[in-house]
């Protein structure tokens, strides 16, 4: 299992007027974790779209636990359990730094995307040998 933690303070322009986090910035959060993991592996996402692989969702769940707040700084972790293959799934929690409990949970999942074709295509050689050193359990 691989598992990065992005932080992030919670802005004001992210509530709704009761000052809680309105649900729709979870998505922001996530996949500000989702790149930075990426990144933080070798494979940013400028990278990989200027080698034509774009990495579109293709499902999307999200559970609301409790309420983030104004001025909160959150600990968002993107967690990978499972080789990428056609598809790549990442689990995420978001907990106030130095806290245990979860207030919120997520998955996405993305395909991998050939933009000169148009069509989803199995993950590139390059991604599955980054995976391979953070998820050698998997790699065979």
């Given amino acids: ?3 990065y933690v992005y932080r992030h303070r919670v802005r004001y322009r992210e509530c709704d007027p009761m000052g809680v986090v309105y649900h729709t910035h979870y998505l922001d959060y996530f996949e500000a974790a989702r790149t930075e993991a990426l990144r933080e592996l070798g494979l940013p996402y400028r990278e990989l779209e200027e080698a034509g692989i774009i ?9 609301y636990k409790r309420p983030a707040r104004y001025d909160d700084l959150l600990e968002i972790k993107a967690i990978f359990e499972e080789m990428p293959r056609m598809r790549a799934t990442i689990q995420y929690e978001v907990m106030r730094a130095g806290e245990a409990t979860v207030l919120t949970t997520g998955q996405v999942t993305l395909c991998w995307v050939d933009t000169t074709r148009n069509r989803p295509i199995p993950a590139p050689p390059a991604i599955i040998e980054v995976f391979r050193r953070v998820l050698p359990e998997q790699a065979a």
């Avoid at 990495?55 to 559970?63: A, I």
């Fill in 1 to 3: 299992m691989y598992v």
């Fill in 55 to 63: 990495m579109p969702v293709v499902d999307l769940c999200v559970q």
